[in-house]
């Protein structure tokens, strides 16, 4: 998988961020557009499994920050479920324009309402999915209603949503009233799957039946079986992820799959951070990871640090060396580990280093040889170990070419 950040204006002029996961190689059969639940952002876990399921089945997905939320531009307090569904009709457009419309919307929570209310004004929406969406909009007033007097009173409340601070104005409020959900399903003359777990304590499974009990046919339900709301578990979302792919390949045209004639150039590892923290996405084609700093300098702790991967290129290339080399000769290794690590020393500590002044970067591996081998096959799967593709790289000149990249 490969993914684009994308940034378009919303329909008060407001710049959105987004981002289009794309498969790698090839151009995309069809396009999704996915809508986060209510103060979540496009980076929700959910959001990322079900966006890499779709791109491995060639439906590309693209996935933004509602106004005020995320990346995004904004003040969230401005906005409403009105201003959600808005947003979605100008990032379909967005699709449109520079794309193709999207024929499959998903939506997650309050997401899904905006989906369904969306969907009448996204003539290229085909097939739309719900993820433990509301009956009605007007089911987040139980998460607020503590500060409903003070909203009422004072117009205007910061209530605290998932450890964060949030202001809500009585336009929100106002807005939700005006929304009945009834009429847009029951027209949605679009194929639904609704998606919902029976253990949801946020949004309760009698949502999910009456939504299913309005829709006309084709309509799906499927029980995300002991999932949260937030489908917070990778193995929740990956599952809804690959059951959606499933689905909508029945009700969206697609596209002939094409090669894409940049893919023998196409960037290897692609990766990328927010405006705040140093929580970091990676890319690398099919593979999604997270790289991050230690809590005590500053970092989120989510993932490994770029020097902890960098052992981890070298620690997997090597156990895959020995393994091959091990294979060929046909001896009895049965296992590998090799324990790594990283620092720095004074060049003068350093005799077999070229470099006499300042500090030299060390690794230390320590290889593990399993099975019944011989002092002499141990010693030459060491030195074997020296020849893994990754070693020789750190080892040799690297001439890093760099250059900026046309963000606009």
Not at 11 to 39: N, S
Request: net charge neutral; aromatic share 6%; glycine share 8%.
């Amino acid at each position: 998988m490969q993914f684009e950040k994308i940034s378009f204006t919303n329909a008060t002029g407001q710049q959105l961020d987004g981002r289009l996961d794309q498969p790698a190689g090839k151009h995309p059969a069809a396009y999704a557009l996915f809508a986060h639940c209510f103060t979540c952002t496009k980076d929700s876990k959910a959001a990322a499994y079900i966006s890499r399921a779709l791109t491995e089945l060639n439906i590309a997905v693209f996935r933004f920050d509602f106004t005020g939320l995320g990346e995004s531009s904004g003040d969230f307090a401005e906005t409403t479920f009105s201003s959600n569904v808005a947003d979605l009709v100008a990032a379909a457009d967005y699709l449109q324009a520079a794309y193709a419309g999207p024929q499959l919307l998903i939506g997650h929570s309050l997401g899904g309402a905006a989906v369904i209310r969306a969907a009448a004004q996204i003539p290229s929406a085909r097939a739309i999915v719900t993820i433990g969406a509301p009956s009605d909009p007007g089911h987040v007033m139980r998460h607020i209603q503590d500060h409903r007097n003070e909203i009422e009173s004072r117009g205007v409340a910061q209530i605290d949503i998932a450890g964060r601070p949030f202001r809500i104005k009585k336009e929100f409020l106002d807005d939700l009233a005006q929304h009945r959900m009834s009429g847009a399903v029951r027209d949605l003359k679009r194929a639904l799957l609704v998606m919902h777990a029976p253990r949801d304590n946020t949004v309760g499974i009698d949502n999910a039946a009456a939504i299913f009990k309005e829709a006309l046919h084709p309509k799906s339900f499927v029980s995300l079986d002991n999932a949260d709301h937030l489908l917070s578990r990778a193995q929740d979302a990956r599952y809804a992820g690959a059951l959606i792919a499933a689905w909508a390949d029945k009700y969206i045209e697609k596209s002939p799959t094409v090669a894409d004639p940049a893919a023998d150039s196409a960037w290897q590892v692609q990766t990328r951070i927010g405006p705040q923290g140093y929580t970091t996405e990676i890319s690398t084609g099919d593979h999604q990871l997270t790289a991050d700093e230690p809590i005590a300098v500053g970092g989120a702790n989510k993932g490994p640090t770029p020097y902890d991967y960098l052992l981890a290129a070298l620690g997997a290339c090597t156990v895959m060396t020995l393994r091959m080399y091990a294979d060929r000769k046909k001896w009895p290794l049965e296992g590998v580990t090799v324990d790594l690590k990283h620092h720095k020393i004074h060049a003068k500590d350093c005799l077999e280093c070229e470099t006499a002044k300042g500090y030299v970067d060390r690794i230390e591996r320590e290889v593990g040889l399993f099975g019944v081998l011989t002092a002499d096959q141990q010693k030459r799967l060491l030195e074997i170990a020296d020849r893994c593709p990754v070693h020789r790289t750190l080892g040799s000149e690297i001439n890093i070419l760099s250059r900026l990249k046309d963000t606009h």
